[in-house]
Nanobody, 126 residues
Framework: QVQLVESGGGLVQVGGSLRLSCVAS????????MAWFRQAPGKERTFVAA????????YYGDSVRGRFTVSRENAEKTMSLQMNSLKPEDTAVYYC???????????????????WGQGTQVTVSS
């Protein structure tokens, strides 16, 4: 059973940058597409970015495309999210997630993700 642990969240000013990390322990990591989701207070969890199992394809939500970059290192069982040009609307708890089945595409919806981390808070102050 894979466990996911996020880190790297914090408080940053508008226009600043943060780098989130997700470390997997146990189970298989290298054959599963991974993703980042976020949830702001009082709102539903939304898709941020996904990277396919071999790291060759990534997909981004419209609101973060061009500002965020997702990457992974299978040998270290880690996934990262580099967030630049942060805006107040990026404030949320960020979760990493692993798909239920191996070799899945990066554009699949949240129902295809069955393992989630506990989340890390990102707060962007104006």
């Amino acid at each position: 059973q894979v466990q996911l642990v996020e880190s790297g969240g914090g408080l940053v000013q508008v226009g600043g940058s943060l780098r989130l990390s997700c470390v997997a322990s146990g189970g298989t990591f290298s054959t599963y597409t991974m993703a980042w989701f976020r949830q702001a207070p009082g709102k539903e969890r939304t898709f941020v970015a996904a990277i396919n199992w071999d790291g060759r394809a990534a997909y981004y939500g419209d609101s973060v495309r061009g500002r965020f970059t997702v990457s992974r290192e299978n040998a270290e069982k880690t996934m990262s999210l580099q967030m630049n040009s942060l805006k107040p609307e990026d404030t949320a708890v960020y979760y990493c997630a692993k798909q239920n089945r191996p070799f899945g595409g990066s554009r699949l919806g949240p129902g295809h993700y069955g393992t989630w981390g506990q989340g890390t808070q990102v707060t962007v102050s104006s």
